[in-house]
């Protein structure tokens, strides 16, 4: 135990490559599996915001703005991922001039690595301001009794908002994991 010696060893170059392949694949999949559900509770959460009544809350509002662009980012996520895969395709070729540079691969898993962090923050923010924004309507109906003020009530929009922003810090998460494991295989 005395010795500093690597727990695991390297990757070797087809290992890397059939790690790299795989990798970048289920992400793609878990990412835009994700990102649909999050479309879809985003799209229902608009579509049943009444347009011609006015609200007095705006956080609902600036909630689902903020997920509108961590959607964005999630669709360039997932677009990057595809590049993953090409990229992978790339190594495999049997002739070694179509191969990627190692500064290559470094440079694209950074542009993804940093797109998901900001991703996962926005989808943060997001999730934080439409939880607040439900709890404020919580806390503010007496306990015990049946009263109706509109501007109080939790609404399906309220709840669909959350799960889109939720469902994008899964997404955004599983492409951070995704690149911060396949650049530190890279780095070896």
């Known amino acids: 135990m005395n ?28 990412q835009l599996l994700l990102g649909i559900v999050s479309g879809i509770a985003l799209l229902f959460a608009m579509f049943s915001r ?8 705006a956080g609902i509002g600036f909630g689902i703005f903020l997920a509108v662009v961590g959607i964005l980012l999630l669709c360039f996520r997932i ?21 990627p540079s190692k500064q290559d691969i470094i440079q694209t898993l950074r542009i993804g690595l940093n797109t998901s962090l900001v991703g996962l923050l926005i ?22 009794i049946a009263t109706y003020t509109p501007d109080a009530v939790i609404r399906s929009l ?9 469902n994008m810090i899964g997404a955004h998460l599983c492409g951070t994991v995704t690149s911060l494991g396949l650049l530190n295989w890279v780095e070896d």
């Open 158 to 166: 309220d709840i669909f908002v959350t799960l889109a922003n939720v």
């Open 123 to 144: 989808a943060f923010l997001a999730s934080e301001e439409t939880v607040a924004v439900v709890l404020a309507k919580t806390l503010s109906q007496p306990q015990g």
């Open 50 to 57: 009444n347009m011609t009544e006015p609200t007095n809350n």
């Open 79 to 99: 677009f990057w991922d595809f590049r993953y895969r090409l990229l992978g395709r790339r190594l495999q070729a049997a002739n070694p001039q179509f191969h």
């Open 3 to 30: 010795q500093s010696q690597p727990l695991s060893q390297p990757l070797t170059q087809p290992e890397f490559v059939t790690s790299f392949r795989f990798f970048s694949r289920f992400s793609f999949w878990i």
